[in-house]
């Protein structure tokens, strides 16, 4: 890890920020942005040149969001050339986009338009630009790259798409790959008019494409295909690679059948034979290694391997598990562990060691585990990085950052963090370390953590792992009789202790709680809002992983996997037979779980090390069995 040693100021201490930030008027800052959502100009004018607080462009977006006017274009234009690439700069200009398009203004539309992902922008920009004769050829050869997308495209590129076609540009060959991309993960729903497009004696083949798209057991029905042509076969490959997740026994005939037929390169039939072992072995399906063995080896990706050591280590295979790994570059730390560990299983204890003794040096559940089997201390190799004071005081004076503290205040959570990103990754590695440094001392963990992470500060273990509400989580921790290293090293792992997380399944706040698993333990109702309050939050939560270790018997490990992947579920994963702990976690059959429960027990380690205490939290892992 590269060390930055930027002055002779040692930073092993908080750097304290201006004191005249605490004189900043938030009231007038609202009452301004009130005062102009429906203001005049004149309010407006009378509004800004009153205010001085660091969200001054909020309240000068807000206007110009809500009333743009050709009357004030320098005004607007100037604004969008200050605040350029900032999270100020989009909201303003599509909404002046919009507003010079409703007035027909063509030459300032293409002027202030940007590069943008939204296709409605684009083509009226192109659109205009065919309009003030604008090469032909240029713009026209763009509207293809806008045609061939897997989904209907907005209205206004209806225009565009005339012309476009009218003047050659749409071929068959243009239209068979909208096909496929339609067919293949777009939208179905737009095959029917794609149909009509192609050639008569081809419109048979977008009828396949759907058929096999709503149901892949079709692709085994080999009467479909026709004329054997290569189009066909392009579908029987796209349906098989499908089905062998549905019905593997259909899918293994059907390829045996369908290479048969067609004419595959040696990369198309790679493809199906990576799809094959991966939906194989990730089932547990006998012919996994056959098709394992089938995949090239320069496709064998950390996926593939995973499931070829989960599948050697069901079965443990000690010999098929050194054959595989023995001699190979670059093995990952779990494939260097579990190497070893098939040394040890076949009697050759000195070469176990001494590749475990080469991973304990790492801070990894495999590191902390080698460590444990070795009876070796746990090392964190913690190295502080030094920080320049000065550039620390340069960044804290930076607008952006003002700006994203400001926010921070207001509880502005999102927009503060659309302009912390900006900030840091406009930085440089020196300015992201001094960033994250004022973030420790304000207390936003989750940008201390991610930052660090966009500079691979990874040995700056007391900042990557905060003791970030740490009275709470021990009371809490305490009441429910578990572990508070265990429950803070949840919250690092589920919300990198972000108050107001929420994810996509709708979990909320720092132990990420689904409304109705807190209502659950609650025994009662609890709004969605109060999850995001850290007290309500951890409470709930310390409560749930003492719920659930009650449940799995005091096990902390299925407690651990019960938490992300749910109770029930877990217990269908324990197997008949009684197995080592350490390899029932290793052949969960989730990723996503079997991920979550190393990290949580290497965040664990962590935070036990880092509270003083002795010992190696996975040490018991060694003697416990799982099952049976």
Same mark, same amino acid.
């Given at each position: 890890?590269?060390?930055?040693?930027l002055s002779?100021?040692?930073?092993?201490?908080i750097?304290?920020? /201006?004191?005249?930030?605490a004189?900043?008027?938030?009231d007038a800052f609202?009452?301004?942005?009130k005062?102009?959502? /429906?203001?005049s100009?004149?309010?407006?004018?009378?509004a800004v040149?009153n205010?001085?607080?660091?969200?001054?462009?909020?309240?000068?977006?807000?206007?110009?969001?809500r /009333?743009?006017?050709?009357?004030?274009?320098?005004e607007?234009?100037?604004y969008?050339?200050?605040? +350029?690439?900032?999270?100020l700069e989009?909201?303003?200009?599509?909404a002046?986009?919009?507003y010079?398009?409703k007035k027909?203004?063509?030459a300032?539309?293409?002027n202030?338009?940007?590069e943008?992902?939204?296709?409605?922008?684009t083509?009226?920009y192109l659109?205009?630009?065919l309009?003030l004769?604008a090469?032909e050829k240029?713009i026209?050869?763009?509207?293809?790259?806008?045609?061939?997308?897997?989904?209907s495209?907005?209205?206004?590129?209806?225009g565009l798409?005339?012309?476009?076609?009218?003047?050659?540009?749409?071929?068959?060959?243009?239209?068979?790959q909208?096909?496929?991309l339609?067919?293949?993960?777009?939208?179905q729903?737009?095959?029917?008019?794609?149909?009509?497009l192609?050639?008569?004696?081809?419109?048979?083949?977008a009828?396949?494409?759907?058929?096999?798209?709503?149901?892949?057991?079709?692709?085994?029905?080999?009467?479909?295909?026709?004329?054997?042509?290569?189009?066909?076969?392009?579908?029987?490959?796209?349906g098989?690679?499908?089905?062998?997740w549905r019905?593997?026994?259909?899918?293994?005939?059907?390829?045996?059948?369908?290479?048969?037929?067609?004419?595959?390169?040696d990369?198309?039939k790679?493809?199906?034979?990576y799809?094959?072992?991966?939906s194989?072995?990730?089932?547990g399906?006998k012919?996994?290694?056959?098709?394992?063995?089938?995949?090239?080896k320069e496709r064998?990706d950390?996926k593939?391997?995973?499931?070829?050591?989960?599948?050697?280590?069901?079965?443990?295979?000690?010999?098929?598990?050194?054959?595989?790994?023995?001699?190979?570059e670059?093995?990952?730390?779990?494939?260097q562990?579990?190497?070893a560990?098939s040394?040890?299983q076949?009697?050759e204890?000195?070469?176990?060691?001494?590749?475990?003794k080469?991973v304990?040096t790492?801070?990894?559940?495999y590191?902390?585990?080698?460590a444990?089997?070795?009876?070796?201390?746990?090392?964190?190799n913690?190295?502080?990085?030094?920080?320049?004071k000065?550039?620390?005081d340069n960044?804290s004076?930076?607008?952006?950052?003002?700006?994203?503290?400001?926010l921070y205040d207001?509880?502005?959570?999102?927009?503060?963090?659309r302009?912390?990103?900006?900030?840091?990754?406009?930085?440089?590695?020196?300015?992201?370390?001094?960033?994250?440094q004022?973030?420790t001392?304000l207390?936003w963990h989750?940008?201390?953590?991610f930052?660090l992470a966009k500079?691979?500060a990874?040995?700056?273990?007391?900042?990557?792992?905060?003791f970030?509400?740490?009275d709470v989580f021990e009371?809490?921790?305490?009441r429910?009789?578990?572990?508070?290293?265990?429950s803070i090293?949840?919250?690092?792992r589920?919300s990198s202790?972000?108050?107001?997380?929420?994810?996509?399944?709708?979990?909320r706040?720092?132990?990420?709680?689904?409304?109705?698993?807190?209502?659950?333990?609650?025994?009662?109702?609890?709004?969605?809002n109060?999850?995001? +309050?850290?007290?309500?939050?951890?409470?709930?939560g310390?409560?749930?992983?003492?719920?659930?270790?009650?449940?799995?018997h005091?096990n902390?490990?299925?407690a651990?996997?019960s938490y992300?992947a749910?109770?029930h579920?877990v217990k269908r994963w324990?197997?008949?037979e009684?197995?080592?702990?350490?390899?029932?976690?290793e052949?969960?059959?989730?990723r996503e779980?079997?991920?979550?429960?190393?990290?949580?027990?290497?965040?664990r380690?962590?935070? /036990?090390?880092r509270m003083?205490?002795?010992?190696?939290v996975?040490?018991?892992l060694l003697q416990?069995?799982?099952?049976?």
């Amino acid at each position: 890890m590269k060390k930055y040693l930027l002055s002779i100021a040692a930073a092993a201490f908080i750097f304290p920020l /201006h004191s005249a930030e605490a004189s900043i008027d938030n009231d007038a800052f609202l009452d301004a942005e009130k005062k102009v959502r /429906h203001g005049s100009y004149q309010d407006f004018k009378q509004a800004v040149s009153n205010l001085n607080h660091p969200l001054k462009p909020y309240v000068e977006k807000t206007y110009w969001q809500r /009333h743009p006017n050709i009357k004030y274009q320098s005004e607007i234009e100037n604004y969008l050339t200050i605040y +350029q690439h900032t999270p100020l700069e989009w909201p303003v200009r599509k909404a002046w986009l919009a507003y010079l398009k409703k007035k027909n203004k063509k030459a300032a539309y293409i002027n202030n338009y940007r590069e943008t992902s939204n296709t409605e922008l684009t083509c009226t920009y192109l659109d205009f630009q065919l309009d003030l004769g604008a090469p032909e050829k240029a713009i026209l050869n763009q509207v293809t790259d806008l045609w061939t997308v897997g989904k209907s495209q907005p209205q206004e590129c209806d225009g565009l798409f005339s012309v476009w076609r009218k003047k050659g540009y749409m071929d068959k060959e243009t239209v068979w790959q909208r096909i496929t991309l339609a067919a293949e993960g777009g939208k179905q729903s737009l095959l029917p008019y794609l149909k009509t497009l192609l050639p008569k004696n081809e419109r048979y083949l977008a009828d396949l494409y759907l058929k096999v798209r709503r149901d892949p057991s079709a692709s085994a029905g080999l009467y479909r295909y026709k004329k054997k042509s290569a189009k066909e076969g392009q579908i029987a490959i796209y349906g098989v690679k499908r089905l062998v997740w549905r019905d593997k026994t259909l899918a293994l005939k059907a390829w045996e059948k369908i290479e048969k037929i067609f004419k595959y390169s040696d990369e198309e039939k790679a493809d199906v034979y990576y799809t094959f072992a991966l939906s194989l072995a990730s089932s547990g399906h006998k012919q996994a290694s056959f098709w394992l063995n089938k995949v090239p080896k320069e496709r064998l990706d950390s996926k593939l391997i995973q499931w070829q050591l989960g599948n050697m280590l069901k079965t443990q295979d000690w010999e098929g598990i050194a054959a595989f790994f023995t001699g190979k570059e670059n093995l990952s730390l779990g494939q260097q562990y579990w190497l070893a560990y098939s040394y040890a299983q076949r009697g050759e204890q000195q070469k176990a060691d001494d590749i475990w003794k080469k991973v304990a040096t790492n801070r990894d559940y495999y590191g902390f585990l080698a460590a444990a089997r070795l009876g070796l201390p746990v090392d964190l190799n913690n190295e502080p990085l030094i920080v320049d004071k000065v550039l620390v005081d340069n960044v804290s004076n930076a607008p952006g950052f003002k700006r994203a503290k400001a926010l921070y205040d207001l509880e502005r959570f999102t927009s503060a963090r659309r302009e912390w990103n900006y900030l840091t990754d406009t930085s440089s590695d020196e300015e992201k370390l001094a960033a994250s440094q004022l973030s420790t001392d304000l207390g936003w963990h989750d940008s201390t953590i991610f930052t660090l992470a966009k500079i691979k500060a990874w040995d700056n273990v007391e900042q990557r792992f905060p003791f970030a509400f740490q009275d709470v989580f021990e009371r809490y921790s305490k009441r429910s009789k578990i572990d508070v290293a265990w429950s803070i090293a949840i919250a690092r792992r589920e919300s990198s202790f972000a108050p107001d997380a929420r994810s996509h399944a709708n979990a909320r706040g720092l132990m990420q709680l689904l409304p109705s698993t807190a209502k659950y333990v609650n025994k009662g109702n609890v709004s969605s809002n109060r999850l995001y +309050q850290p007290k309500t939050n951890i409470r709930l939560g310390t409560s749930y992983l003492q719920y659930l270790k009650k449940k799995n018997h005091g096990n902390e490990i299925l407690a651990t996997a019960s938490y992300n992947a749910g109770y029930h579920r877990v217990k269908r994963w324990l197997p008949d037979e009684a197995i080592p702990a350490e390899l029932w976690v290793e052949l969960i059959p989730y990723r996503e779980t079997r991920d979550y429960v190393k990290n949580v027990f290497a965040y664990r380690q962590v935070y /036990h090390t880092r509270m003083g205490r002795e010992g190696n939290v996975l040490a018991p892992l060694l003697q416990m069995k799982m099952g049976g």
